[in-house]
């Protein structure tokens, strides 16, 4: 008989936030603006935009990235001060439902646990001594340490090269379209994270939960 465990994957990689992490500026700008919602989307939609969020988590200083919008913006420079001041209550807590999940496959012992996040390494420093089970990951590559940013391939080709994936047996989870088509691309078993539910079902057809 075929041994199923031939086929089974070795290593778990779980993006972060919005997999495990429920991060939302907005959970911090509510209160930075009073809950005045028009002006809040405003701010992020003109000001402290997701693409300039980005370049943080691709290596940029906050104190650069904040500067650049304090001399375009001033008149909002308390919030954008409140961004870096304040920044972990952007995270509103772990996502427990999906946190059960990595303790189960923790406990079961049957693959390797990594994670991969675009992340500034300045705040991710910040955060991690809140969430202990960080420290179940075997390793968690940081876009901002790396200076690369998901979907970039070669962010991916760090867990081949560094950590030693086999893309072929390792299950990639990413709540974000574009990173689950390029892991796929790049032959990792992509799953498009929907919920804790749906994933669970993914793993357990997979064989890694029971």
Same mark, same amino acid.
């Given at each position: 008989?075929?041994?199923?465990?031939?086929?089974? #994957?070795t290593a778990?990689v779980?993006?972060?936030?919005g997999?495990l992490?429920d991060?939302? #500026?907005?959970?911090l700008?509510?209160?930075?603006?009073?809950g005045?919602?028009?002006a809040m989307?405003?701010?992020?939609?003109?000001?402290?935009?997701p693409e300039?969020?980005a370049?943080?988590?691709?290596?940029?200083?906050?104190?650069?990235?904040?500067?650049?919008?304090?001399?375009?913006?001033?008149?909002?420079?308390?919030?954008?001060?409140?961004?870096w001041t304040r920044?972990?209550?952007?995270?509103?807590g772990?996502?427990?439902e999906?946190v059960?999940? &990595?303790?189960?496959?923790?406990?079961g012992?049957q &693959?390797?646990?990594?994670?991969?996040t675009?992340?500034?390494?300045e705040?991710?420093e910040?955060?991690? #001594?809140?969430f202990?089970?960080?420290?179940?990951?075997?390793?968690?590559? *940081?876009s901002?340490?790396?200076?690369i940013?998901k979907p970039? #391939?070669a962010i991916f080709?760090?867990? *081949?090269?560094?950590h030693?994936?086999?893309p072929?047996?390792? &299950?990639?989870?990413?709540d974000?379209?574009v990173? *689950?088509? *390029?892991a796929a691309?790049?032959?990792y078993?992509a799953?498009?994270?929907n919920?804790?539910t749906a994933l669970?079902?993914e793993?357990?057809g997979?064989?890694l939960?029971g």
């Amino acid at each position: 008989m075929p041994d199923a465990t031939a086929s089974r #994957p070795t290593a778990v990689v779980f993006d972060l936030g919005g997999v495990l992490l429920d991060w939302n #500026p907005r959970h911090l700008f509510r209160s930075v603006f009073a809950g005045d919602e028009a002006a809040m989307e405003r701010f992020l939609a003109e000001v402290a935009t997701p693409e300039w969020n980005a370049e943080q988590d691709r290596g940029r200083s906050w104190a650069d990235g904040l500067a650049l919008l304090v001399r375009d913006h001033p008149e909002h420079a308390a919030a954008l001060e409140a961004y870096w001041t304040r920044w972990l209550e952007t995270i509103g807590g772990p996502i427990q439902e999906t946190v059960a999940i &990595v303790a189960e496959l923790r406990l079961g012992g049957q &693959v390797r646990l990594l994670a991969l996040t675009n992340w500034s390494a300045e705040t991710f420093e910040r955060a991690r #001594p809140r969430f202990a089970f960080l420290d179940w990951f075997e390793a968690i590559v *940081v876009s901002g340490a790396e200076r690369i940013i998901k979907p970039d #391939p070669a962010i991916f080709a760090i867990l *081949v090269e560094r950590h030693g994936v086999d893309p072929a047996r390792t &299950v990639y989870i990413d709540d974000t379209a574009v990173n *689950v088509r *390029v892991a796929a691309d790049l032959g990792y078993d992509a799953i498009a994270f929907n919920g804790a539910t749906a994933l669970r079902g993914e793993l357990t057809g997979r064989g890694l939960l029971g």
